[in-house]
């Protein structure tokens, strides 16, 4: 199987933040899974460097354009390091070979592409024109001040796609999710699509038009372009049209109309295959309010990381909130979410258990089980299937919530039958109870795998397992004795 998840690529006028993560972890998520299951992955990110918002971020620095984008972009590559991701290709659109891949895009649209003039309110912020009847008190819908703006421009038959993309969305109910956002889109469109002004002669910091002297590219064209430039176009086709009918863009909510709308319509015009699902997540409020650096509330990754761990941060990121939803970064909520969930019911099943086969001089298997121990035996082997369903619709919360079902149903298993005094009087049932745990263990391991890597990697070295595919559950274990485990969430 094929399989492709990309993040959109962060525009560099500002410093990463925690949505940046939110939005790359999640990505990385699906990836991870992907992979894990045998499937063929490609998985990309990057950033977005050029438009009129970049060069005059770099004029406000007192930099060269250039350097400044080197500066900012390497922020966000540090960025991947500080979250563990597993990102296949990190994609600048300043590279040539993006460059030569966004000319080769404009080519093939050329048939819906004609020379004409704007006039208009632009937003820099957002790199959009805005409609005279959404500016209000010289502001966007957005918030951002726009400024009138005269310039030669090309267009691009964004009207032409009117019915062709509500067709799509029709056909295809799953192309744009949640649900609540398809309607969204829906509800734009069926109000009427306008030409779009693709083309800026203003300045100068983008890529080239194919034949046109002074003209560069509209910056979502440019940036849109990315996800295929990073499969390889235009030179690998083939690998282009395979990934990208399998892959799933994971983007803000805030720009779902350039993936849902604009991107699929350059796609038909350019006779490219579309995406597989459009994804549009939530924002994250900080303490009850927007982010906002004037308050002083901005979630900083890297410092929230340094306190609480990665993996308990990507942890408390999807199991707080479902994963297309608005959800609130509250310190508190982190904490009971490490305290109750990862060290009172992870933590203490994996000590509990290990510690105890590690004293008693290791796991002696038996899997002749009985209707006590089934239940929990069939749940763990059932996990992976019932994660594949859910990952695949993107419901990340859900899938957490589905382990922690095996989480506390393996803890009150080891309540119920008391191991500890197994060992005194029934060393046959003993080793039943203690078979059926590690089964469920090893199955926890790979759940939770893809949200806490590092996590999951300490559990399989616990238990001797390779951790390398969803096949291994299918193996039953030998005899054998156990490394010490350690807390996984030591307690301050």
Same mark, same amino acid.
């Given at each position: ?47 977005? =460097? ?8 770099? =004029?406000?620095?007192? /930099? ?5 984008? $080197? ?55 957002? =790199? ?115 990934? /990208? ?80 939803? $608005? ?13 109750? $969930? ?31 121990? /089934? ?87 616990? /238990?001797?397992? =390779? ?26």
């Amino acid at each position: 199987m094929k399989f492709c998840v990309t993040t959109p690529i962060y525009y560099i006028n500002g410093e990463p933040h925690i949505g940046h993560a939110y939005a790359s972890i999640a990505a990385d998520i699906l990836a991870r899974f992907r992979r894990l299951d045998g499937s063929e992955v490609h998985f990309s990110t990057g950033t977005d =460097e050029h438009g009129i918002k970049v060069a005059r971020s770099a =004029e406000t620095a007192s /930099m060269d354009v250039h350097k400044f984008s $080197d500066l900012m972009s390497q922020g966000f590559r540090d960025l991947g390091k500080l979250i563990n991701l597993s990102q296949d290709d990190f994609i600048r659109t300043t590279e040539e070979r993006h460059i030569l891949s966004s000319q080769k895009l404009w080519r093939l649209m050329a048939d819906d592409i004609y020379k004409g003039s704007y006039s208009g309110w632009y937003s820099a912020r957002d =790199e959009e024109y805005v409609s005279e009847e959404d500016v209000v008190d010289g502001k966007a819908p957005s918030g951002a001040p726009v400024e009138w703006m005269e310039e030669e421009s090309y267009f691009f038959r964004l009207s032409a796609y009117q019915d062709k993309l509500l067709e799509l969305y029709e056909k295809n109910p799953d192309f744009i999710a949640p649900v609540s956002r398809r309607n969204e889109v829906i509800s734009f469109v069926k109000g009427g699509l306008k030409d779009l002004s693709i083309s800026r002669s203003k300045f100068d910091w983008g890529i080239p038009i194919p034949n046109a002297p002074g003209h560069v590219m509209y910056v979502w064209i440019d940036a849109l372009a990315n996800y295929i430039t990073s499969l390889g176009f235009p030179e690998n086709t083939h690998r282009v049209s395979e990934m /990208m009918a399998n892959c799933v863009h994971v983007v803000g909510k805030e720009i779902l109309r350039f993936h849902a709308v604009y991107w699929p319509a350059f796609l038909m015009s350019a006779g490219l295959t579309l995406p597989k699902r459009i994804f549009a997540h939530g924002w994250w409020t900080s303490e009850g309010q927007k982010m906002s650096k004037s308050i002083g509330n901005v979630v900083d990754p890297q410092k929230t990381i340094e306190k609480y761990g990665l993996d308990s941060v990507r942890y408390f990121l999807f199991r707080e909130i479902r994963f297309g939803e $608005d959800g609130d970064f509250s310190e508190k909520a982190l904490q009971q979410r490490i305290s109750y $969930d990862l060290a009172n019911d992870l933590g203490n099943l994996v000590q509990r258990v290990l510690a105890f086969i590690q004293k008693i001089g290791g796991l002696r298997v038996n899997y002749d089980f009985t209707d006590a121990e /089934m239940p929990l035996f069939e749940d763990s082997r059932n996990l992976v299937e019932k994660l594949r369903i859910l990952v695949d619709k993107q419901d990340l919360h859900g899938a957490l919530i589905e382990i922690w079902k095996l989480v506390s149903a393996s803890n009150k298993f080891v309540n119920d039958m008391r191991p500890w005094e197994l060992a005194r009087e029934d060393d046959n049932r003993l080793n039943l109870v203690l078979t059926a745990l590690c089964e469920s263990l090893r199955a926890i391991a790979f759940g939770i795998a893809p949200f806490m890597p590092d996590t999951a990697r300490k559990i399989f070295d616990f /238990m001797n397992v =390779e951790g390398k595919s969803f096949k291994e559950i299918e193996a039953n274990f030998s005899d054998q004795v156990f490394p010490s485990p350690f807390l996984l969430f030591p307690r301050e």
